[in-house]
C-alpha cells in the first residue's frame, strides 16, 4: 500500500527566510504532485513531477523529485505572507487515483 | 474556461438519510475523481469514473457510490449517513489519461 510522508506538519517561518517541506512516499509512483490549500477552499494545483531530477520552478516555490530516494521537497525561498496555507503533496502509480501527504500548514510571520 | 463545479456547496442531513453530490467536470475532461477530506483522516480517495466506468476505487464502504453520465458529469451518493461522513467532498477532474487533476470547490457535508 503506498505511504506518503510530509514533514513537518506545522512550520511557522519568518517572512524572508528560506525553508523546505519534505515528501516521503513508501512505494514506487510515476507522479508526484504539490498543492496548496487555503482555509475553507479548494486544493490548488502547482507542480507536477514525472521523472528523477525534475525540478521545477514558480515564483517563490521550487519542488524537486527524487526517486531513487523516494523522496520531493517543496523549497520556499524569501517567503512573503501569501505563501501561508497548507501544502500537500500526493503521488499516483498508473492511475488516476492520489494518494496524499498529510499536509504542512505553513504560516508565514510578518 | 469555466473550471470544476460541484453543488451543493454545503449541506446538512442528519444520521440514517442519503446525500447525493454532483460534480460538472471542466469542459472536454473524460476522468472525474472523487476525495473526502477530514481533519483525521486527512485526504482520501473515494473512486475515479472515466467515460461512465468505474475505474479504480478507494477504501470505502458501499455506502458510499457513484456514477457518471455520457457528459461527464458525476455523482456521488452516500446512504444511510453516520456521523462520521461529515466532511468536505472533492471533486477532482483531468483532461486524459494521467493528465494534471483539478479539483472543485467541495462540497462540505455535515451530519447531525
Known amino acids: 500500500e503506498l505511504k506518503v510522508e510530509q514533514n513537518p506538519l506545522f512550520l511557522s517561518m519568518q517572512e524572508g527566510k528560506n525553508y523546505t517541506i519534505y515528501c516521503n512516499y513508501s512505494?514506487?509512483?510515476?507522479?508526484l504532485y504539490w498543492y496548496r490549500q487555503d482555509p475553507g477552499k479548494s486544493l490548488e494545483s502547482l507542480f507536477v513531477?514525472?521523472?528523477?531530477?525534475a525540478v521545477k520552478q514558480e515564483g517563490r516555490l521550487m519542488a524537486s523529485l527524487d526517486t531513487k530516494a523516494r523522496l520531493s521537497t517543496l523549497h520556499i525561498t524569501a517567503a512573503v505572507h501569501d505563501l501561508s496555507a497548507t501544502y500537500f503533496c500526493a503521488v499516483s502509480f498508473g492511475n488516476e487515483k492520489l494518494t496524499f501527504g498529510t499536509g504542512t500548514r505553513l504560516t508565514i510571520i510578518p | 474556461k469555466a473550471g470544476v463545479t460541484q453543488t451543493p456547496r454545503y449541506l446538512i442531513k442528519t444520521r440514517g438519510q442519503q446525500v447525493t453530490l454532483s460534480c460538472s467536470p471542466i469542459?472536454?475532461?473524460?476522468?472525474v475523481s472523487w476525495y473526502q477530506q477530514t481533519p483525521g483522516q486527512g485526504l482520501q480517495f473515494l473512486f475515479e469514473y472515466f467515460s461512465e466506468t468505474q475505474r479504480n476505487k478507494g477504501n470505502f464502504p458501499g455506502r458510499f457510490s457513484g456514477r457518471q453520465f455520457s457528459n461527464s458529469r458525476s455523482e456521488m451518493n452516500v446512504s444511510t449517513l453516520e456521523l462520521g461522513d461529515s466532511a468536505l467532498y472533492l471533486c477532482?477532474?483531468?483532461?486524459?489519461?494521467?493528465?494534471?487533476?483539478?479539483f472543485g470547490p467541495g462540497t462540505r457535508l455535515t451530519v447531525l
Open positions: 512505494t514506487t509512483s510515476d507522479r
Open positions: 469542459s472536454g475532461h473524460r476522468s
Open positions: 513531477l514525472l521523472s528523477n531530477g
Open positions: 477532482a477532474s483531468s483532461h486524459q489519461d494521467r493528465g494534471y487533476q483539478f
